[in-house]
């Protein structure tokens, strides 16, 4: 199990890599992390904005990782120190992640 104290960011769009770890976004906490499937913290991605809403693999082989982020509730100060915010970020995770179906309209 995995605990996240609510000072660090609140836990928001999990998705799950090949190797069953889950990667969890932190809502005002400006990172993701990467759990194992034992709740042991693997990695740390820091993004330059405070709101990350989710993660999810695409690519090729579904080896990059995008990171989607939000301007919600920032006042006008935070978003002059934070002028990404609400981009879509993208990195290399160094695992891919699990195909998922299409959802029928």
Same mark, same amino acid.
């Given at each position: 199990?995995?605990?996240?104290?609510?000072?660090?960011?609140?836990?928001?769009?999990?998705?799950?890599?090949?190797?069953?770890?889950?990667?969890?976004? *932190?809502? #005002?906490?400006?990172?993701?992390? %990467?759990?194992?499937? &034992? =709740?042991?913290?693997?990695?740390?991605?820091?993004?330059?904005?405070?709101?990350?809403?989710?993660?999810?693999?695409?690519?090729?082989?579904?080896?990059?990782?995008?990171?989607?982020?939000?301007?919600? *509730?920032? #006042?006008?100060?935070?978003?002059? %120190?934070?002028?990404? &915010? =609400?981009?879509l970020f993208a990195f290399q995770a160094g695992v891919s992640g699990i195909p998922t179906p299409p959802i029928a309209d």
């Amino acid at each position: 199990m995995v605990r996240i104290d609510p000072r660090e960011g609140h836990p928001d769009g999990p998705t799950v890599d090949r190797e069953g770890a889950i990667w969890i976004s *932190l809502y #005002s906490g400006s990172e993701a992390r %990467r759990y194992s499937p &034992a =709740g042991e913290l693997l990695e740390r991605v820091r993004f330059p904005v405070s709101n990350i809403t989710k993660i999810a693999f695409g690519g090729r082989d579904l080896n990059t990782a995008f990171a989607t982020t939000a301007q919600h *509730l920032l #006042s006008p100060e935070k978003l002059l %120190r934070e002028p990404l &915010a =609400g981009s879509l970020f993208a990195f290399q995770a160094g695992v891919s992640g699990i195909p998922t179906p299409p959802i029928a309209d």
